[in-house]
């Protein structure tokens, strides 16, 4: 699996992601940083007054922690999950595709009501 390339604005923390691109500014999802418009421009920073901010203003950003939408339970590439056999340096895209939540993964009543708790319920956390 390839890596995401996500990009975060140096002056508001923005992340650009492909994954989900701006569908509502006409940047459809899977939409690489280097294909966006020439006259892109930062949708925070231009919508806050802090003026146009264009790609210029963006870096790459590799996220270290993930966070569960669901309980709120945090993966930290740093900790890792010894215990579970991931050990510390593991990177959230290297967990298996079968990973689930150690908090509420594991709980029956919530996977019936959410059904498996998998890496698609978790999103990455910027760290500033």
């Given at each position: 699996m390839e890596k995401v390339k996500r990009y975060r604005c140096k002056y508001c923390n923005y992340i650009y992601s492909p994954l989900r691109g701006e569908p509502h500014r006409g940047i459809p999802a899977g939409t690489a940083f280097e294909d966006l418009p020439l006259d892109y421009i930062c949708p925070v920073c231009g919508a806050t007054g802090k003026g146009p901010i264009g790609a210029w203003g963006f870096e790459p950003w590799e996220p270290t922690r993930y966070a569960c939408k669901i309980c709120g339970y945090v993966y930290d590439k740093k900790r890792g999950e010894p215990l579970r056999g991931?050990?510390?340096?593991?990177?959230?895209?290297?967990?298996?595709?079968?990973?689930?939540?150690?908090?509420c993964g594991l709980d029956p009543k919530?996977?019936?009501?959410?059904g498996p708790v998998g890496k698609a319920q978790f999103e990455p956390i910027l760290d500033v």
């Open positions: 991931y050990p510390k340096g593991t990177a959230f895209e290297d967990l298996p595709e079968d990973y689930t939540c150690p908090v919530i996977t019936s009501f959410y």
